[in-house]
């Protein structure tokens, strides 16, 4: 048997949270959310399933009341009634919602459902129809898990073997609190493990026959257009792709020589230019008779070597999954490969009924990965199901490179957040197809810079240039910018991981989130909250050919906004038309956002930074917590990670920001750490203070009037004092004014 790293199931309820009657069981999970089961036999199944390993939850607080002939059990939020002794139906099983004032019937349909994600975006150009997800207008979304299979206590996936009337289904009544169903779900199925820090910067991909020497001299070539880069993916091939034999040459383990001459010496030169990396793997032919390790897996699978046999590629195989890990996997990160690219399509059956290849490859490469409790549990597959979420991060597949694959790409990425799906990574600039076009190119880098992953790819179409500097000059400045900023963004994207990890929050989140009763929030696909502070809407279509202009429609909720990169002022509470040049993105920073940067320059390094640029906006009290670790061990699970609170305390003529001592383990961090604080859409004040540690200290500042933003010279002080900034104007620190008349030319 296969032994891999078991995650540690907890799939048992407290004895108090479980209600059965007769054939019918009833587990009250949380308040919102309740399993429920019929068994013909009375017999009922606790084992993990597929999706739900955690059923050991705080039982909450409930009332039973039963009578000869129902039950009712009600929680704070819901009331569920059952006809005892009968088979669910419309008639004997029903749950009234509280807050919504309505009923779920067993049997009714989810007309209402606001949508997840889907496996995978290959061949797509635009839209495409998603399959449901945990959140609906109707305030409730079930969940048949009746099918699925169940771990043994080896680990090992298995048939439950019960009888075609069971039922197991798990009902979230939610009404519109949509955080609570996706936190509920992740509390039963598993929490989104913390990526590393490094996946968060530029990834380099593209199929592409590359030699070592120049895959090598292009990472270079990014240094020297000053552009950050972190990951470098090697494509298929890597490996040999003429065999010789029936394979077709996808699947291959065996290094191809005239390509890669020395592949340790490749590996640790990506290593030495501060680069991680990935190899591609398409694992579904199994291993040939060309493989250099063909011999030793033909005997360990009991094949004679000298009939060059192929090794069937059997993921339900414990002895082949053994193999194929320990022979043909292992000894390449031995060598320095950072994680896998699991790509292609496994196909849909294996040799164990209704065991989806795609999710059993991505749960034991994730749960391998992190063997020994050393790395976190870090894959590049396809989405492969509810539970996916525990396995980041997705690869979408390969889409054509047009506008209207752009366009479609931030409401997919966004709404995978209904499955708790939040580490979607792109082809950005698209996969294949479309023309070389310059625009359409940067636009999808911009986006790319707010969303998830940014990893640059196409096939192997010399047309589809994906290198910055493959256009013009313009394109080439505008493109660097944007890259130099995602680098810079990572501090702010890596708390919001930690947030994803710690209370199931995803980084995207589709507008009705935090607006569920507005009408506007529904209607606006193309934009989504991007971490706590910001608004993102980029440009998906091109721009008018007569002004050089590109516009996006913007719903701005309830508050004040400013954009984020001018501090220009909008009033929430309606739509506006955003326009804007070739370096230009629409985003949005709320009230009172405060945004962390690394400021240390351009780099291929992920660390902590030395220095520190925050961002700040007037307009409302607020607090950012920046989370910080080692960036890549399964340490933080220990506690051993850092939080420093900065804090705008805010009234309409004084500001005061706080950045407050660190908390926590500071092994990971600089004694000393640089600040520079830059405050947009304000007044000039009127008097300014810095006080480092108790003490009043100078800080020289520079204010522009056209922009309204406020830039202060660096400052330093250790991690474990505190910096206080106060700053005021009587008539008012807000900057309003309107702009619209300075774009006019």
């Known amino acids: 048997m296969y032994a891999y790293n ?5 799939p048992i309820p407290n004895s108090q949270s479980v209600i059965a009657y007769g054939n019918a069981r009833f587990a009250i999970l949380t308040s919102r959310l309740i399993r429920i089961e019929y068994d013909p036999e009375g017999l009922f199944d606790d084992r993990p399933s597929q999706v739900f390993w955690y059923r050991v939850q705080p039982t909450p607080q409930y009332e039973v009341k039963k009578s000869s002939s129902e039950v009712n059990i009600e929680t704070n939020d819901l009331i569920l009634h059952y006809e005892l002794g009968k088979r669910f139906s419309q008639a004997s099983l029903s749950i009234f919602l509280k807050t919504e004032n309505t009923y779920w019937r067993y049997g009714d349909a989810d007309n209402t459902n606001l949508k997840g ?64 169903c996706i936190k509920d779900f992740q509390k039963v199925s598993g929490e989104v493990p913390l990526i590393p820090r490094w996946a968060l910067g530029n990834w380099w991909s593209r199929y592409w026959a590359y030699s070592q020497s120049e895959l090598l001299a292009l990472m270079d070539s990014f240094n020297e257009h000053d552009i950050p880069i972190s990951v470098c993916v090697v494509d298929m091939d890597w490996h040999i792709t003429k065999t010789g034999n029936s394979s077709s040459g996808w699947t291959g383990y065996t290094w191809n020589r005239a390509l890669f001459p020395d592949p340790d010496n490749f590996i640790q030169s990506l290593h030495q230019k501060g680069l991680k990396t990935a190899l591609n793997l398409h694992p579904s032919e199994g291993v040939h008779p060309h493989e250099e390790m063909y011999p030793q897996m033909a005997e360990r699978m009991g094949i004679d070597p000298s009939t060059q046999e192929p090794v ?15 022979m043909l996997h292992h000894p390449y990160e031995n060598m320095g490969v950072d994680f896998w690219w699991i790509d292609w399509q496994q196909g ?29 549990p870090f894959i590049f597959s396809r989405w492969p199901g509810l539970g996916g979420h525990r396995y980041p991060i997705g690869f979408s597949g390969d889409t054509c490179a047009t506008w209207e694959s752009l366009d479609f790409q931030p409401y997919f990425t966004a709404t995978a957040s209904n499955v708790a799906f939040g580490w979607w990574s792109h082809d950005i600039g698209g996969h294949m ?41 313009e394109i080439e400045k505008c493109t660097r910018k944007a890259l130099q900023l995602r680098h810079k963004l990572i501090p702010y994207i890596y708390t919001a991981a930690w ?16 607006n569920p009763n507005a009408v506007e929030a529904y209607k606006c696909p193309r934009q989504y909250y991007f971490g706590n ?103 933080y699970q220990k506690g ?18 706080i950045i407050h001592p660190v908390d926590g383990q500071t092994s990971h961090l600089p004694k000393i750490r640089s600040y520079t604080l830059k405050i947009l859409g304000i007044n000039e004040p009127s008097f300014i203070k810095l006080i480092i540690d108790g003490k009043e200290h100078r800080l020289s500042s520079v204010y522009d009037e056209t922009t309204a933003v406020l830039q202060f010279a660096p400052f330093d002080c250790t991690i474990e004092t505190s910096a206080q900034l106060i700053l005021g104007l009587e008539n008012g620190l807000i900057s309003k004014r309107d702009r619209k008349l300075d774009k006019v030319k």
Do not use: C
Not at 568 to 579: A, H, I, K, R
Not at 648 to 657: C, N
């Open 348 to 376: 849909a059956k294996t040799a164990l009924e209704n065991l989806d290849p795609l999710f059993w490859l991505n749960h034991l490469h994730a749960y391998d990965h992190m063997r020994g409790d050393k790395k976190r």
């Open 117 to 180: 994600t889907i496996r995978t975006l290959d061949q797509s150009n635009g839209a495409e129809e998603l399959d449901n997800g945990l959140i609906s207008l109707s305030g409730w979304s079930l969940y048949d898990d009746s099918k699925s299979l169940v771990f043994n206590s080896d680990g090992w996936l298995e048939h439950r073997d019960k009888p075609k009337q069971y039922q197991d289904l798990y009902f979230w009544g939610y009404g519109h609190d949509y955080l609570s």
């Open 533 to 635: 502070e910001l608004i993102v809407a980029p440009f998906t279509s091109p721009a008018d050919p007569h002004t050089k202009q590109s516009r996006q429609s913007i719903w701005f909720p309830d508050g004040d906004w400013f954009n984020f990169f001018t501090g220009e002022y909008y009033s929430g509470g309606g739509w506006d038309s955003f326009y804007g040049g070739n370096e230009d993105i629409p985003v949005f920073a709320k009230a009172g956002a405060i945004v962390p940067l690394d400021n240390g320059g351009v780099s291929n390094t992920t660390e902590n930074p030395q220095s520190l640029e925050l961002l700040l906006f007037p307009g409302a009290n607020n607090s950012f917590e920046l989370f910080e670790d080692d960036g890549e061990s399964l340490a």
């Open 499 to 514: 947030e994803n990890t710690n209370t199931g929050v995803p980084l995207l989140l589709p507008m009705y989130y935090r």
């Open 433 to 473: 197809g479309g023309e070389k076009e310059a625009e359409l190119y940067l636009r999808w880098v911009q986006f790319g810079v707010f969303s998830p992953i940014l990893r640059l790819h196409s096939t192997n179409d010399p047309l589809l240039e994906r290198l910055p500097w493959g256009y013009d000059s």
């Open 312 to 326: 069937k590629f059997d993921i339900a195989d414990p002895d082949f999954v053994s193999a194929y890990f320990g």
């Open 640 to 657: 051993n990670y850092s939080i420093i609170e900065f804090e705008q305390q805010w009234k309409p003529d004084e500001l005061t920001f």
């Open 6 to 10: 078991v995650p540690k199931f907890a």
